[in-house]
């Protein structure tokens, strides 16, 4: 499956703003998502999941509450809707996925199979 994110931009603090993450392929489905983001010089972190059966989801403890995460299969898409935006949310944001993983599996970016291009994100003070 192939995977691009959009929807990336420039927000004030307070802000909202929705990525998308559109996939290729039928079986989308199938698979688990998972958002990731990586800040200039820090290592890749886990954001939000859910599981292929959209069932479960997982959010860091840094955007719960603040953020949701969805699907729509008959798109073939994913989102993180993002709510009250911090600058410590300013990175590069990626979508990833995993055939048949749950939300916990999808929370760890080593076990992601495919990913997708990154979309920044940069929240002004």
């Known amino acids: 499956v192939q995977l691009q994110a959009s929807g990336g931009g420039l927000v004030q603090a307070g802000g909202s703003l929705r990525l998308s993450c559109a996939a290729s392929?039928?079986?989308?489905?199938?698979?688990?998502v998972g958002w990731f983001r990586q800040a200039p010089g820090k290592e890749r972190e886990f954001v939000a999941a859910?599981?292929?059966?959209?069932?479960?989801?997982v959010y860091a403890d840094s955007v719960k509450g603040r953020f949701t995460i969805s699907r729509d299969n008959a798109r073939n898409t994913a989102y993180l809707q993002m709510y009250k935006l911090i600058p410590e949310d300013t990175a590069v944001y990626y979508c990833?996925?995993?055939?048949?993983?749950?939300?916990?599996?999808?929370?760890?970016?080593?076990?992601?199979?495919?990913w997708g291009k990154g979309t920044q994100v940069t929240v002004s003070s």
């Open positions: 392929g039928r079986t989308f489905s199938r698979y688990g």
């Open positions: 859910f599981g292929w059966s959209g069932g479960d989801t």
């Open positions: 990833a996925a995993t055939f048949s993983a749950d939300a916990q599996t999808m929370s760890v970016p080593t076990t992601a199979r495919y």
